[in-house]
Every structure is written in C-alpha cells, then in structure tokens.
T-cell receptor, first 113, second 110 residues
Framework: EPEVTQTPSHQVTQMGQEVILRCVPISNHLYFYWYRQILGQKVEFLVS????????KSEIFDDQFSVERPDGSNFTLKIRSTKLEDSAMYFC???????????FGQGTRLTVV | KQEVTQIPAALSVPEGENLVLNCSFT??????LQWFRQDPGKGLTSLLL?????REQTSGRLNASLDKSSGRSTLYIAASQPGDSATYLCAVTGTDKLIFGTGTRLQVFP
C-alpha cells in the first residue's frame, strides 16, 4: 500500500542551526502539507503546497521556514535558524486532490537543544 | 475561526465495550471530516473520511457519523479490544487544510 515516508525519524540539533526535514509523498498525489505537533498539544497546520508553490500558510510559518519540491519525489521543510520552541513532531501529508483524504507520514521528531 | 473540540479527553474501558467518541466544530462550512488514530510517539493513521454530503461512513468495527448543521461527529467503536488503545483525533477540512481537535486518549484494558 502506498505510504508517505519521512526522514529522519528523529533529529537533534543545536539552537541556531539549519535543519531540513524530508518527505516522500505518495507518488501520484499533487497536494502536499506540513503539520507539527508540540508535545501534548494539538496537531497544527504549517503550510500547503501545490503546483510548485505555496497555496496557504499559517502564522507559524514565518520567514524562518521554507518548503521545496526539489525533484519529482521529495518534499522538504527547511528551518533556517532553529529555536528551542521549534522542538516538535513534524508531519508531512499528501492528498490526490484538494480537500480529499490526507495521508500522513510517521513524523520527524525534532529536538532543539 | 474554526475550532474543533473532542470529548472526553480520556476514556478507559474494559475490553468488549461499545464506545462513542465525540467531535464538535464551530463552523459548518467544511468539505469533509477525517478521523485518525495516533499511537504514542507515532504518526497519524487515517481511519475514516466523511464527505460533507454524507451522513456516515463505516470501516469494520468503526462507524463515523456527521451532522454538519449541528457541527458534530461521532466515532463509534464496536466490541473494543486492547489493540484499540490509542489517541483518536478528528479533523475538519476547510480551505485545503486540516484543523485538528485535541484528541481522545482511549485505553481498553483486558
């Protein structure tokens, strides 16, 4: 069964460092998303991406964040200068059409120290 | 602004019980509603998707209903098993993003 895969599963980084979280969405999907979940809190929307551009972003997704689809399979989230409060589980998701069932990866646990 | 609430926050039941998890949302202008399961420290597994035009959806022992006008959905789990222990999240789709509830943490004990 097709699935969304994310790497790495766990990343520890020092405050101020850049991190890139990687995702391989389901191959025939066209809509891609990043969400995050701070420990003990709700899953929050970060950004949606379609046709090689951002379609919507939340207030959390400030200038420190960027997304890219560098080739036909990968979808990345970059945090330029990490802060302690960026520590969270980051989930990538994809869907075949807008507003249809979204499939999530297993997440990357980011710990900023 | 859409707000999604789930009650109860936690539930502990003996194996074999039928149970109902509740989800409510403040803005009825949704495209669909999705129920997920999350195991500790793990990703989100999609359980059921109900389109806004549908009233219910079934998958095995799970049945989800949707009353869009009143802003409510329920997830019914029949004959619960210890393997059902997890956090259950509901999420509504507005403008191409999911808005999640706080979840119900379910424990089913033998």
């Amino acid at each position: 069964e097709p699935e969304v895969t994310q790497t790495p599963s766990h990343q520890v980084t020092q405050m101020g460092q850049e991190v890139i979280l990687r995702c391989v969405p389901i191959s025939n999907h066209l809509y891609f998303y990043w969400y995050r979940q701070i420990l003990g809190q709700k899953v929050e929307f970060l950004v949606s991406f379609y046709n090689n551009e951002i379609s919507e972003k939340s207030e959390i997704f400030d200038d420190q964040f960027s997304v890219e689809r560098p080739d036909g399979s990968n979808f990345t989230l970059k945090i330029r200068s990490t802060k302690l409060e960026d520590s969270a589980m980051y989930f990538c998701a994809s869907s075949g059409k807008m507003n249809t069932e979204a499939f999530f990866g297993q997440g990357t646990r980011l710990t900023v120290v | 602004k859409q707000e999604v609430t789930q009650i109860p926050a936690a539930l502990s039941v003996p194996e074999g019980e039928n149970l109902v998890l509740n989800c409510s949302f403040t803005d009825s202008a949704i495209y669909n509603l999705q129920w997920f399961r999350q195991d500790p420290g793990k990703g989100l597994t999609s359980l059921l998707l109900i389109q806004s035009s549908q009233r219910e959806q079934t998958s095995g022992r799970l049945n989800a209903s949707l009353d869009k006008s009143s802003g409510r959905s329920t997830l019914y789990i029949a004959a619960s098993q210890p393997g059902d222990s997890a956090t259950y999240l509901c999420a509504v789709t507005g403008t191409d993003k999911l808005i999640f509830g706080t979840g119900t943490r379910l424990q089913v004990f033998p």
